[in-house]
């Protein structure tokens, strides 16, 4: 048998992620007319916020961003698309449902975004736990939670959003338990009038059963969640609930970035004033960037998108409103960073590596993530390491792992497709 | 070299620097003899954690047939005290013929291997087709060995680390400098014991510039879990007329499935290359070598793929014996692509030398001496 020839493509712009930023940059690039792809994992561009399903209401900004995507015959989109492999200079190894090719590129921008931040507590793998963005992305891909009891613990705006959804779609939340102070949340909610819409948002999300200094001790349970256990300022509290969701903060997605060799720091990649990463014509906008919200993707979006185009002029029009979010990043970031309790949750005997049984106190003696890894197999799952890589940084402030090929589990015949590079 | 040791005493009978297999299989084994064994290892990558494991005879020359089998056999006796994490399995090798001139070698080494009393047969097309339907059709044929095994390399090792803990104390330390039988430590602390056995692996010509080992970089890839396919551990003849010749970088198919339902593929073969990083194009090359043969690959789902280093001597067998310059440092290194299998053999041929005791085998072809010769007068 021989193995079908690649099928190569060439794009002048390559966008990676079609939530916000990668939306508004692939529009804000199209009017010159050069060649882009705008790929992304998911079935419909929309990134986080916008996630699509049988249950979601897409807002009509979106609606209106994906419509104008439309209109644009010199944009191809790859949905339900996974980057595979890096395949030499300027070359990568895609994926989706039904073949594996080889995309090269001359500019880049990555718009990879983020995601949630899950820390190992006991009782965290039981069936009914999950995400808090997570459990939001579930109820708008069709899961039912009519009259379930919900709590919704961890930290920061997403609480509320997932509690939101949830109660949207018929679910008693119970309660929501913001680690963060109610100094630190007053406090940044007093800031918000200098973003409106912002305000807006926080008041119509807020609910009787918020409670500050609040979180997480225990999923009880046995074969499935019964209950949950919560540290409140200094009492603790049981209640029963049906589903638990935990959020602590999110992660943006820096690996495809570090694999290409861009700076990646604190956590987040580097770019300059023009979104620019270190390596020349590679860009990256959003949340891979660092925690922001959806106006800043936006406008760092379309800064990436123009200057990708060589519109650096119009690029810098925009700075003054990047300027503006940034702020109510920063804010966010400040109210809500972590309380370092939160390190200390997980028992000995609580899983951290859930593809491969690893648990605390396996990987507690260690020094660094590779020599645990040799020693547990912890990260060799199915994950890749993605969630207990993320949680063993913020419990051991272990550097995560870089990623080899294949980047996500892959068909065998599309890591085939991978040869010396030399031909496009 | 700067200081004079400060030496402490004995640290154990003898000191075992590396704890991948075959430093593991040495310390049991001379465990076993009576003697306490320190073994120290510093944790870095190994080849024996590349996993691979197929526990295989081969034949290139009468050391490699003389070593492998004794060392299977060794591996067999094992098995019944093994934990089932370390996965042993006695489940034969299909070495699978595409062409005549591979058929032609396929009967050549069932006559040498015959000869040499193991248990063999040479299978038609058909009788292969049979024997692993997922093969691709049109194969010639194949030769299937009997007593070939697998392994879980990690597990296995580790287990032999543990299984005389009264006799076997494991250190993490690495050491960074070797004088015949004292050893001193990245702490700058001197220990010594009558023997100090160098199992370092790729790392071993760090402490012992003068042994020569090349690095040969292989690459794996590991499958999701599927309901069992295939049953041998299947194994290209292709060396004979392409593959894994001469110099060049070249990939030869190799595959097993892990008790898991997890197909283990390989593997690949490069010189000069120090880079532990996937090489996408060689990796590339592999897979496709291996849905040359396995044609439903295809469509399954690659998981993890990683990368090894061998450690391979001029004529590929290993070194084992005394260091002919350095009185009481004692090798057992240079397994190549064959180490998890000889590493029972090896601890034996070593541990019969250190305690002169009537060696299992004929000792020369593994001689160091081989290679480093008598040191010249100056
Ligand atoms: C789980 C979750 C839920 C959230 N819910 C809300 C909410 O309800 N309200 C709110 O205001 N904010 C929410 N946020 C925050 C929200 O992510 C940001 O405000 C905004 O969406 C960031 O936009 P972005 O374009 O930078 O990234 P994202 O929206 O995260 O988009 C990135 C896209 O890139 C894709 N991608 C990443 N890597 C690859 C790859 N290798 N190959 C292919 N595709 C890739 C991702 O699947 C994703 O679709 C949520 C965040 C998370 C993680
Ligand atoms: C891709 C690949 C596939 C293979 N497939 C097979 C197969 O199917 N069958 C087979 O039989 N063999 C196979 N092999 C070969 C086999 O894996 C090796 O020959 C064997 O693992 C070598 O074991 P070792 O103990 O000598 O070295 P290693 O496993 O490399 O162990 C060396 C140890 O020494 C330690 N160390 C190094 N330097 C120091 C120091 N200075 N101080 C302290 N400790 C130190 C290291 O931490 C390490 O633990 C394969 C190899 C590769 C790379």
């Given at each position: ?21 990668g939306?508004?940059?692939?529009l ?7 060649s882009?792809?705008?790929?992304d994992d ?8 916008w ?15 994906r ?5 644009f ?32 590129y ?30 939001q ?42 680690q ?18 912002k ?33 409140v300022?200094?009492k ?30 604190d ?12 390596l ?16 800043l ?25 990047r ?34 049984d ?7 003696g ?13 990260g ?39 040869d ?5 | ?7 402490q ?21 001379l465990?076993?003899q ?14 024996t ?6 526990l ?5 020359s ?25 996965a042993m ?10 062409n ?30 049979r ?7 049109g ?7 009997s007593?070939?095994g ?5 597990n ?22 070797v ?18 056995v ?62 898991t339902g997890q ?6 073969r ?39 280093f ?35 053999g ?14 299992p ?18």
């Amino acid at each position: 048998m021989t193995v079908n020839a690649t099928t190569n493509e060439h794009v002048d712009l390559l966008i990676i992620g079609a939530g916000p930023a990668g939306m508004a940059a692939a529009l804000a690039a199209a009017p010159r007319g050069l060649s882009i792809a705008l790929l992304d994992d998911n079935p419909l561009p929309g990134g986080q916020i916008w996630r699509d399903g049988p249950n979601a209401q897409v807002p009509k900004q979106a609606q209106d961003m994906r419509g104008r995507l439309q209109g644009f015959s010199n944009i191809r989109l790859h949905s339900g698309c996974k980057v595979v492999a890096l395949a030499g200079a300027k070359r990568l190894l895609l994926e989706d449902a039904e073949r594996g090719w080889v995309l090269s590129y001359d500019s880049l921008i990555l718009c990879t975004g983020a995601r949630e931040r899950l820390l190992p507590f006991p009782g965290w793998t039981l069936p009914g736990v999950t995400g808090a963005g997570g459990l939001q992305a579930l109820i708008k891909g069709g899961l039912q939670v009519k009259d379930e009891r919900i709590v919704i613990a961890g930290t920061g705006p997403l609480l509320l959003a997932s509690s939101a959804t949830a109660q949207k779609h018929g679910a008693e939340v119970v309660r929501v338990a913001e680690q963060a102070s109610l100094s630190a949340v007053a406090g940044f909610a007093a800031g918000l009038w200098r973003w409106p819409n912002k305000a807006i948002q926080a008041i119509t999300l807020a609910s009787a059963a918020y409670r500050t200094s609040a979180h997480v001790l225990t999923a009880l349970g046995t074969d499935r969640l019964e209950g949950v256990r919560i540290q409140v300022g200094d009492k603790i509290e049981e209640l029963a609930c049906e589903r638990l969701a935990c959020g602590f903060s999110l992660v943006p997605n820096v690996e495809i970035a570090q694999a290409l060799g861009c700076t990646v720091r604190d956590q987040a990649v580097v770019v300059d004033e023009w979104q620019a990463t270190r390596l020349p014509d590679h860009f990256a906008a959003g949340e891979c960037t660092g925690f922001g919200g959806s106006e800043l993707a936006l406008v760092e979006g379309r800064i990436a998108g123009l200057v990708a185009v060589g519109e650096r002029e119009t690029a810098r029009g925009l700075w003054a409103e990047r300027l503006r979010w940034q702020g109510f990043a920063d804010r966010l970031n400040t109210a809500f960073s972590l309380n370092p309790a939160l390190k200390t949750l997980a028992a000995p005997e609580t899983l951290v590596c859930r593809c491969e049984d690893v648990r605390y106190a396996d990987l507690a003696g260690h020094g660094s993530w590779t020599g645990a890894k040799l020693a547990t197999r912890c990260g060799m799952g199915a994950c890749q390491g993605r969630i207990c890589g993320t949680a063993a940084q913020t419990l051991f402030g272990w550097e995560p792992p870089l990623l080899r090929p294949p980047f996500s589990p892959a068909r065998i015949s599309t890591l085939a497709c991978l040869d010396e590079g030399e031909s496009v | 070299m700067s200081e004079a040791p400060t030496l402490q005493g004995h640290a154990a009978d003898v000191i075992v620097i590396g704890g991948g297999i075959v430093g593991a299989a040495c310390a049991d084994e001379l465990a076993s003899q009576g003697l306490h064994v320190l073994v120290l290892d510093s944790q870095r990558p190994a080849a024996t954690a590349a996993g691979m494991g197929h526990l295989v005879v081969l034949d290139h020359s009468a050391a490699e047939l003389a070593l492998g089998e004794y060392s299977v056999r060794a591996w067999c006796e094992l098995a019944p005290q093994m934990p089932d994490d370390c996965a042993m399995r006695t489940n034969g090798t299909l070495w699978l013929a595409c062409n005549e001139e591979e058929m032609a070698e396929a009967e050549r080494k069932h006559a040498a291997l015959r000869e040499y009393g193991l248990a063999c047969e040479l299978l038609s097309g058909a009788e292969l087709a049979r024997a692993e339907p997922s093969l691709r059709s049109g194969l010639l044929g194949a030769l299937k060995v009997s007593g070939d095994g697998i392994l879980y390399a990690p597990n296995a090792a580790r287990w032999l680390l543990q299984r005389q803990s009264s006799r076997v104390v494991q250190r993490q330390a690495e050491v960074v400098e070797v004088q015949g039988n004292r050893v001193r430590l990245a702490s700058g602390e001197w220990l010594q014991a009558p023997a100090a056995v160098l199992a370092s692996g790729i790392y071993a010509r760090e402490l012992c510039p003068d042994l020569p080992l090349q690095a040969k970089k292989g690459h794996l890839l590991i499958t999701d879990r599927y309901p069992v396919q295939i049953t041998h551990t299947l194994v290209e003849l292709g060396y004979v007329t392409s593959a894994h010749k001469g110099n060049g970088p070249s990939v030869a198919f190799n595959v097993q499935q892990r008790p898991t339902g997890q197909l283990f593929i390989g593997s690949s073969r490069q010189f000069d290359n120090h880079d532990p990083e996937v090489d996408a194009a060689m990796l590339g090359r592999m897979l496709r070598r291996a849905m040359d043969f396995l044609p439903g690959l295809g469509d399954m789902t690659g998981l993890r793929s990683w990368t090894g280093f061998r450690s391979a001597s001029p004529d590929g067998q290993p070194l084992i014996g005394e260091h002919p310059h350095q009185p009481g440092l004692w090798l057992a290194v240079g397994h190549e692509g064959l180490g998890v299998t000889t590493a029972t053999g090896t601890a034996r041929l070593l541990a019969a030398q250190l305690l002169r005791t009537p060696p299992p085998l004929d000792l020369e072809p593994y001689l160091p001496q081989r290679f480093i010769g008598a040191r010249a007068h100056a």
